[in-house]
C-alpha cells in the first residue's frame, strides 16, 4: 500500500502531516511512503532528510495521488486534490468537517473513507492521537509570546537600579488546553496570572499552574459530559460580564481561547470592558476564527481601539511549524497504527475512536449531524 503525503498548499500553513523522524513507524506498517517534493520545505524538512529516512520523492501530487491508497495531509484537500483522490482513498487530516459540508459531501459522493481528526474523542486512550490538543498547546504558547511582543512593558517583575517594574497583569479566558498552556507561559515569563473558565472543574488545574481561578457560581450546569463547555443562557453571561469587566480592566494583557464545539465562538469582552482597560493593553483573540471572543477581533488583523491593541491571530500552530509538524505526525501515525492491521486498512468501527472521526465511508457520510 502506497501512503502519500502532500505539500500543503493553503495560504500561512507551514506544517507538514508527516516528518521524516516517524517515516520508520509508517514502513513498520508495510507502507510504501512517497512524499510530494518540498512537503517538508516550509517546516524545515528537507527532501534528502525523506529521502533517507526511505521515502520516494516526486513532483507532481496528480501522479502521486493517483496510486494513493492513503493519503495523509493538514488541511483539507483543495479541489484540485480532491478532484484527482481515487474511489477507496483513505484520507485523514483536519477536514474541518463543521465548517465545510460541501467538502465533506464530495468526500462520499468519491467514495473516499475520510478521518476527520477534530472528531478524535478527549478520551484518555485517544491522547496521543489528538490533534487538536498538541496544536492548542502551541497556539496557547504563541498567544503569550505574541501578546509579549505587543506589550510596551516587562512581563516580570524586575528591579533595577532605574527602579523596579511591576510584572504585567495577565487575565487568560478559557482554560482548554490552550488556555492551561497559555497560563503557563505567562507564569514563566513572570506574570501575575488569572484566569477564568465557565466550567468550574478547571479551577484546580488553573491553580495548579500558579494562576488565580476568577470564581462566576453559575445557577447551571456548564460542561457536556465529554468534558466541553455548553452554551449558557443570558442571565448567566450577564452575572459573567459584570465579574469579568473588572478583572479585564486591571488587566495588561487579555488572552481569550473560549470556544463551544460546533457553534460560533462566545462573545464575551465587550466593547465596554475593552474601553476600560489601560491604553497599551493587548487581547490576543484564539477564538478569532471562529467569530471571536472579544467586540472588535478581525481574523487575521490586529484593530486598535482607545490604544489597546486587539490581535486576531490566525493558525498559530503553523508558526511554530517545526514542533507542531513533529506533534502532528506523531498524532496521526497512532492513529495510522490503529487502522492498518497486517498491511490492510481495517475499518473497525467498535473501536469508539474509529467510529468518532471517520466522517465517510463506501460512499456515506458517518456522522449524523454532518447528512
Ligand atoms: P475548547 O477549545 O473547546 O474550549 C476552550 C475553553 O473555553 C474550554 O476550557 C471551555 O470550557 C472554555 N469556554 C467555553 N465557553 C466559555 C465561556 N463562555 N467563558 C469562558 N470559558 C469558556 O476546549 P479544549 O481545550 O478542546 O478542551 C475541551 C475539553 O476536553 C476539556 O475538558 C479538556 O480537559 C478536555 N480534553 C480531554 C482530553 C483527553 O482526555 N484526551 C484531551 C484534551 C482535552
Do not use: W
Not at 487568560?172 to 488556555?179: F, K, L, P, R
Not at 475512536?353 to 454532518?370: D, M, Q, S
Request: glycine residues 8%; contains cysteine; aromatic residues 4%.
Amino acid at each position: 500500500m502506497n501512503v502519500v503525503i502532500l505539500k500543503e498548499v493553503k495560504s500561512g500553513e507551514a506544517r507538514v502531516a508527516i516528518v521524516p523522524g516517524v517515516i520508520a513507524k509508517l514502513k513498520n506498517l508495510n507502507l510504501k511512503v512517497k512524499v510530494q517534493k518540498g512537503a517538508g520545505e516550509k517546516s524545515f524538512f528537507s527532501d534528502a532528510e525523506y529521502a533517507q529516512a526511505g521515502a520516494e520523492l516526486s513532483d507532481s501530487h496528480a501522479s502521486l495521488l493517483e496510486n494513493a491508497d492513503v493519503v495523509l495531509k493538514v488541511q483539507p484537500p483543495e479541489k484540485n486534490e480532491l478532484d484527482a483522490l481515487q474511489p477507496g482513498t483513505l484520507l485523514i487530516g483536519l477536514l474541518n468537517p463543521y465548517g465545510n459540508p460541501e467538502l465533506v459531501k464530495s468526500l462520499a459522493k468519491k467514495k473516499i473513507t475520510a478521518f476527520a481528526l477534530e472528531f478524535i474523542p478527549r478520551i484518555s486512550r485517544a491522547q496521543s492521537m489528538d490533534v487538536l490538543s498538541s496544536q492548542a498547546a502551541i497556539a496557547g504558547y504563541k498567544a503569550v509570546l505574541l501578546a509579549a511582543m505587543h506589550l510596551g512593558k516587562y512581563f516580570p517583575m524586575l528591579t533595577t537600579a532605574a527602579g523596579t517594574m511591576k510584572p504585567a497583569r495577565v487575565l487568560i479566558v478559557g482554560a482548554g488546553v490552550a488556555g492551561l498552556q497559555a497560563i503557563a507561559t505567562a507564569r514563566r515569563l513572570g506574570a501575575i496570572v488569572e484566569a477564568y473558565d465557565v466550567r468550574s472543574q478547571v479551577k484546580e488545574e488553573i491553580q495548579s499552574l500558579g494562576a488565580k481561578f476568577v470564581d462566576v457560581t453559575l445557577d447551571e450546569d456548564t460542561a457536556t459530559q465529554g468534558g466541553y463547555a455548553k452554551e449558557v443562557s443570558s442571565a448567566s453571561k450577564e452575572k459573567i460580564k459584570n465579574i469579568l469587566k473588572e478583572h479585564v480592566k486591571n488587566a495588561d494583557v487579555v488572552i481569550t481561547t473560549a470556544q463551544v464545539p460546533g457553534k460560533k465562538a462566545p462573545r464575551i469582552v465587550t466593547e465596554e470592558m475593552i474601553s476600560q482597560m489601560s491604553a497599551g493593553s493587548v487581547i490576543v483573540d484564539l477564538a478569532a476564527e471562529q467569530g471571536g471572543n472579544c467586540d472588535f477581533t478581525k481574523a487575521g488583523e490586529t484593530v486598535v481601539h482607545k490604544g489597546v491593541s486587539i490581535l486576531g491571530p490566525v493558525n498559530l500552530p503553523a508558526t511554530i511549524p517545526v514542533h507542531a509538524s513533529q506533534m502532528y505526525a506523531r498524532n496521526v501515525v497512532t492513529l495510522l497504527q490503529s487502522i492498518i492491521k497486517e498491511g490492510t486498512p481495517c475499518f473497525n468501527f467498535n473501536d469508539e475512536v474509529l467510529n468518532a472521526c471517520c466522517i465517510t465511508h463506501e460512499g456515506k457520510i458517518r456522522v449524523e449531524e454532518l447528512k
